[in-house]
């Protein structure tokens, strides 16, 4: 079975663009959860999506945002980038919206932002 | 002071020691605990979950809570250079809920052989 994939793995913007990160979750999983993860902040929890609704989100601004398709395919876009948006985006996909303990990560989308 | 602490390392040790790396947290409602594995380039993995206090052991690997010192631990025996990753702690207070996970910030760990 495949697992998580999230494309591109590696991005550079600059200050102003905006940037769109795609994450497909393994097959048969619909809860689909977004993280971000700097050496200053850790991992932190930026939205979580089920069944094309946003079930949660984190404390970041409204330049994050998301979507997911029927498929369970997601997508992360941040508008307006900062250099402080600089990160690994992970996300993780689990079969249900109540398995936080059973979800699985991709390998992240690598973005700098200069 | 930050919900999780976490001390970020890096551990140093030679092949076959045990290692005991921990996480201590101001949320006393915590109920869910997690320890995740996270290679270099790489997304975490699940190692560990347990529920309230007490020990759970899965091969090399032990997890240990104690809720009245707000401190929880994992332990790996017969410490191997594969296990060189960075150690994420992860708890919650309800079960299942992504959006409620608190992640420490980690432990890097590197076995020597």
């Known amino acids: 079975k495949a697992g998580v994939t999230q494309t591109p793995r590696y991005l550079i913007k600059t200050r102003g663009q905006q940037v769109t990160l795609s994450c497909s979750p393994i097959?048969?999983?619909?809860?689909v959860s977004w993280y971000q993860q700097t050496p200053g902040q850790g991992l932190q929890f930026l939205f979580e999506?089920?069944?094309?609704?946003?079930?949660n989100k984190g404390n970041f601004p409204g330049r994050f945002s998301g979507r997911q398709f029927s498929n369970s395919r997601s997508e992360m876009n941040v508008s307006t980038l900062e250099l402080g948006d600089s990160a690994l985006y992970l996300c993780?996909?689990?079969?249900?919206?109540?398995?936080?303990?059973?979800?699985?990560f991709g390998p992240g989308t690598r973005l700098t932002v200069l | 002071q930050k919900e999780v602490e976490q001390d970020p390392g890096p551990l140093s040790v030679p092949e076959g020691a045990i290692v005991s790396l921990n996480c201590t947290y101001s949320?006393?409602?915590?109920?869910?605990f997690m320890w995740y594995r996270q290679y270099s380039r790489k997304g975490p993995e699940l190692l560990m979950y347990?529920?309230?206090?007490g020990n759970k052991e899965d091969g090399r690997f032990t997890a240990q809570v104690d809720k009245s010192s707000k401190y929880i631990s994992l332990f790996i025996r017969d410490s191997q250079p594969s296990d060189s990753a960075t150690y994420l702690c992860?708890?919650?207070?309800?079960?299942?809920?992504?959006?409620?996970?608190?992640f420490g910030k980690g432990t890097k760990l590197s076995v020597k052989p």
């Open positions: 993780a996909s689990s079969l249900y919206a109540t398995s936080a303990n059973e979800q699985f």
């Open positions: 097959s048969g999983h619909r809860s």
């Open positions: 999506y089920f069944s094309e609704t946003q079930r």
């Open positions: 949320n006393s409602a915590f109920q869910y």
């Open positions: 347990t529920y309230s206090s």
């Open positions: 992860a708890m919650s207070e309800k079960a299942g809920s992504q959006g409620n996970l608190i």
